[in-house]
């Protein structure tokens, strides 16, 4: 079986030497299926749940093993999200899309001794796709209907070989919804109106890195 390595508490290691309940779900299992969000995640690992409650996420929940807040719209989670080690401090930053993610861990039960308050009920780590000494480039589109249209492109190599890489991102997606809206007076007194689909989303993600490294043990990591 293929070695999944992780970064759960805070260095790289096998998962299978880690003491703790972890999910990951790869870069190349995000490739191969329909995974495009955080609520496609939940579906994929046990004990997870995510809703967005809004189109733009801003009062989503997510609740590990059925721990879940008093208040939904509460702005402080009880499950603690961080993108490459930095904590991600409300809701509306949780849903990130997926275009630059090398692996998603989501770690269940208290991580607060390694994670902070927040992590009473688990923590969900996103990271990113590093530099590559390598000239790289990845690109890929969705078209659908309901005026589906996805595509994302990513570049990656050395700008001074072994000592100085880079990376460049960016994704959209964006769909109109699902649901008719029926409602006869949906659109009375609002500009420029209501009457199409609901559940719709225009989502966009921009990323960028730079990898410094002037010895054989020093590393800077710069990303934005």
């Known amino acids: 079986l293929e070695e999944i390595v992780g970064t759960a508490r805070k260095r790289e290691e096998s998962l299978q030497d880690v003491p703790l309940v972890v999910n990951a779900i790869t870069a190349e299992q995000i490739s191969r299926s329909t995974i495009q969000g955080l609520a496609d995640i939940s579906l994929r690992t046990p004990g997870l749940n995510y809703e967005g409650y809004v189109s733009a996420g801003l009062s989503g929940g997510l609740v590990l093993r059925g721990l879940t807040n008093p208040q939904l719209t509460n702005r402080t989670q009880n499950v603690a999200v961080f993108y490459d080690g930095v904590y991600l401090p409300n809701q509306a930053m949780f849903?990130?899309?997926?275009?630059?993610?090398?692996?998603?861990?989501?770690?269940?039960?208290?991580?607060?001794?390694?994670?902070?308050?927040?992590?009473?009920?688990?923590?969900?780590?996103?990271?990113?796709?590093?530099?590559?000494?390598?000239?790289?480039?990845?690109?890929?589109?969705?078209?659908?209907?309901?005026?589906?249209?996805?595509?994302?492109?990513?570049?990656?190599?050395?700008?001074?070989?072994?000592?100085?890489?880079?990376?460049?991102?960016?994704?959209?997606?964006?769909?109109?919804?699902?649901?008719?809206?029926?409602?006869?007076?949906a659109a009375a007194g609002v500009r420029p109106g209501n009457r199409g689909n609901l559940g719709g989303w225009d989502n966009s993600t921009f990323s960028a890195g730079l990898a410094i490294l002037p010895t054989e043990n020093v590393e800077i990591d710069l990303g934005w």
């Open 95 to 185: 849903d990130l899309g997926l275009a630059d993610v090398e692996r998603i861990e989501v770690l269940k039960g208290p991580q607060s001794a390694l994670y902070g308050r927040n992590a009473f009920a688990g923590a969900v780590n996103y990271v990113s796709r590093r530099p590559t000494n390598e000239w790289r480039a990845d690109a890929a589109a969705t078209l659908g209907s309901d005026e589906r249209l996805d595509w994302s492109l990513l570049l990656s190599g050395p700008l001074a070989p072994d000592r100085v890489l880079f990376k460049l991102g960016y994704a959209t997606t964006g769909s109109d919804g699902t649901i008719a809206n029926g409602h006869p007076v």
